[in-house]
Every structure is written in structure tokens, then in C-alpha cells.
DNA sequence: ATGAAACATGAATCAATATTCAAGTCAACA
DNA sequence: TGTTGACTTGAATATTGATTCATGTTTCAT
């Protein structure tokens, strides 16, 4: 028999406890947009979720338990998302345009992802750059199997799938962040022109 | 005569009270950047200073008032330093290269500074736009005169300096911050040959 | 129907820390 | 050298909030 430090935390077995659990997890959803980790209470928590302070514990061994799992749930979301919007397109140009507006639209559906994703690297650094790591890993992979087939500039991979997400990123924060609408579509269509020219076989020297 | 609800918070008079000074302000970007914002206490900043807890409130009246002069005094230490990295360059091209190294070596002799741009999302909002509002205004100028002089593409100026920041950002923070050193010259010209792709005419249509 | 798991509750505990303040110390000038 | 304003000190205050726990309540298999 396992001796546990702390009472067990436990998966929920009933339909009751399941319902509970993600009450818990959209309320921190929220509160953790809202306020950032710090700042953001348990207490706040419980409240969002309509639940007591006590029942947090149920299911939670702590506040950093519940935001790694969020975490990680939105990220398996995105990529979910992004796969789902890229499937069987046949050109890489293809994929970059339908990924680049699957992940605004995905941000703008998820208004607090971008402030959970960046508080993380003060509140699990480790799972912050495995998020971007694993990311950036899936990515890469079709990029460098465009790269092969001759359908983009040979470029290091990684290092374009870092670039790709950072546009991304300050497009989504700019535009779905700060305006809280997807950009206008003469600029989405700039971004494209930009891609595509830095994908395409790009001029050699200066 | 002015009445404050606050003992005066005053800038110093003489040389002991600006070292003094001076010594929060370093003291303070290397605690936000090690603990964050929020779990940065005061005693760890006025212990990494070697000042008394007290000290503190005689130059600053909040936590939140030194971390945003910090914020203040990064942004533009950044921009003198990219002013004068581009200045006289006559292309285009050559400042985006020029900028973009400037950028990454100010980024690794002041590895805190991500981390305190980042949690200035949560600690001080309006400010943290403003930088990048900043950065970008005057970054879409030059690229206006480049439009406007033919030299590349004919796109919206703000949309593409912010992805260029995105880029920027995400190889900085990949290569400086995660493995403390530049990139490798060989992927930083793969980043200037994405970068000038994209500037140059880019193709029409798909 | 009933007893045991599961689940829910919120008052109490306990540590952390931002901010204040009353009492000193220093440096320079008259 | 005495005085004064500038500067420094760190103990005390006051609040906040994470976590625990003893006590109810609900569910459901039998």
C-alpha cells in the first residue's frame, strides 16, 4: 500500500466529480486570464467555478497543479485544432495559411491562452519551453518534408518553425489580443505575401 | 504648497543617494528576472542591493514604480542601442541585418530583460503595449520610407514590423535565453534569408 | 432501503511580505 | 566643530491567501 504525504488527490469516479473538476478547471481558465497566477486566488477560483474553497483540494494537490494542467490542455487543444485545419491540404503554402488563421481563431476562442501560455514561464519554466518545443517540433517535421520535396527554400527548419510562431504570436497578440478581433483580411493577406516570399526560394546573397 | 497622502518619495541630491538609487534598479531587474514580478519581495531586492528593507521606500513608493522604470529604462536603453547599431546603414536590408544582431546581443547582456518585458503584461498592461506600440511605430517608419523608395514589398508597415518583432523574439528567446548564447551564424543567415524573401516583391497571387 | 464511498463545505491555521515609522548615522558647510 | 538636511536602518504592523481538516451531504451498488 502506497503511504501518500498528502490525502489523494483523486480523478473523479462519479458524473457529479467530473462536472466538478472541469468547473474547477474553466473557473482557473478564466480567473488565471484574468488575473495572472499570482494574483489569481484560490478563493476566486472556487467562486468562478461556483464551487467551495474546500473542494479545490479535492481535486487539486495545489494552485500550480491546476495551472499545468491547463496548460497542457490548451496546448493539446491548439495542436488538435491545427491539425484538424491543415489535414489534407496539399501545398505547404496551403498549410501555413490555413494554420496561421486556425490559430487566430483558436486564440480568439481562448482569450486567456496567451496569459496563461506566458505566465507559465515564471510558473512551470520547464513545461513553458516543452509547450514551444513540442510545437515547434511538429512543425518542423512538415516543413523539412517541404524542404525535401523542393516545395520551399532550404532553410534550417527549426529555425523557420520559430519564426513562423513568433510572427504568429505578435500577429495574434496585436490583432485577437488587443483589438479582440482577427485582423482584417488585407493584412492577413500581407502576412501571407510575407511568408510566402520567405519560404519560396529566397534570393541568395545580398 | 502640494500635500501628498505619502511621506515624498524623492530623487536623490547627492552622489551616495543616486548610487543608492542605482543599486535598487540592479538589484531589482535581476530579483523580477529570477523570481517574476509577484514573488520578487521587496527584501530580496533591497538584500541583493545591500541596503536595508527600509531604504526601498525612500526612492520608490511601490513595487510596482520601480518595475515599471525598470521597464521604462530597458525600452530605451534598446532603442538608443538599435539607433546607433543601424545608424548610417543604407539599405533596407542592411538595417534589418544590423538591427537584428543588435538586438539579440543587447538581449544576452541583459538576460532579464524578457522576462520582465513579459511579466509587464500582468503587472503594468498599459505599459507593456506602450513598448511595443513604441518599438513598432518607429520600426513601421523606416519600413514606410523603404515602401515609399521602392526598395521592398508593398506592404502594410505596422504588420510587418510587428512580425518581425514576433521573429525577433522567438529566435531570441530560443537561442539567447534558452541556451545563453546567439544563434549560429549559419541559422542567422537562414533568419536574414527568410527575412529578405519576405521584404523583397514578394509573389502575387498564389 | 441502507451503508459505504465519494463528494462538498467553509472556518481555522499559518506563513509570507508589502508598507510604515521612529530612531539613528553621515557629510558638508558655516 | 556644530548643525542640518539627506540618507539609512530594521523592527513592527496589517493584510492576504494557500492549505488543512473535521464535519456534513449525496450517490449508488446491493
Known amino acids: 500500500m502506497v503511504r501518500r504525504g498528502k490525502a489523494a488527490v483523486h480523478e473523479p469516479t462519479t458524473a457529479r466529480g467530473q462536472r ?9 481558465e478564466e480567473i488565471f486570464g484574468e488575473e495572472g497566477f499570482e494574483r489569481a486566488s484560490i478563493a476566486a477560483i472556487t467562486g468562478r467555478a461556483e464551487v467551495a474553497l474546500g473542494t479545490f483540494y479535492v481535486y487539486f494537490p495545489n494552485k500550480q497543479a491546476i495551472f499545468s494542467e491547463l ?3 490548451l496546448g493539446r487543444a491548439l495542436r ?6 491543415t489535414r489534407g491540404l496539399d501545398t505547404r503554402l496551403a ?3 490555413a494554420g496561421c488563421l486556425a490559430f487566430l481563431e483558436f486564440v480568439q476562442s481562448h482569450k486567456n491562452f496567451y496569459r496563461i501560455v506566458r505566465q507559465a514561464e515564471f510558473v512551470d519554466e520547464a513545461l513553458y519551453r516543452s509547450y514551444y518545443q513540442g510545437l515547434a517540433k511538429s512543425y518542423a517535421e512538415g516543413l523539412a518534408a517541404a524542404v525535401e520535396g523542393d516545395e520551399i527554400a532550404d532553410l534550417d527548419p527549426e ?3 520559430y519564426m513562423l510562431m513568433g510572427i504568429f504570436d505578435f500577429i495574434g497578440m496585436r490583432w485577437v489580443l488587443w483589438e479582440g478581433q482577427l485582423p482584417p483580411e488585407k493584412l492577413l493577406q500581407d502576412v501571407f505575401r510575407f511568408i510566402r516570399g520567405g519560404l519560396l526560394r529566397a534570393p541568395g546573397g545580398r
Do not use: H, N, P
Request: charged share 40%.
Open 20 to 28: 466538478t473538476r472541469q468547473k474547477l478547471l474553466d473557473g482557473a
Open 71 to 73: 496548460l497542457i490542455e
Open 80 to 85: 488538435r485544432r491545427l491539425a484538424e485545419a
Open 95 to 97: 498549410v501555413e495559411e
Open 159 to 161: 529555425t523557420v518553425a
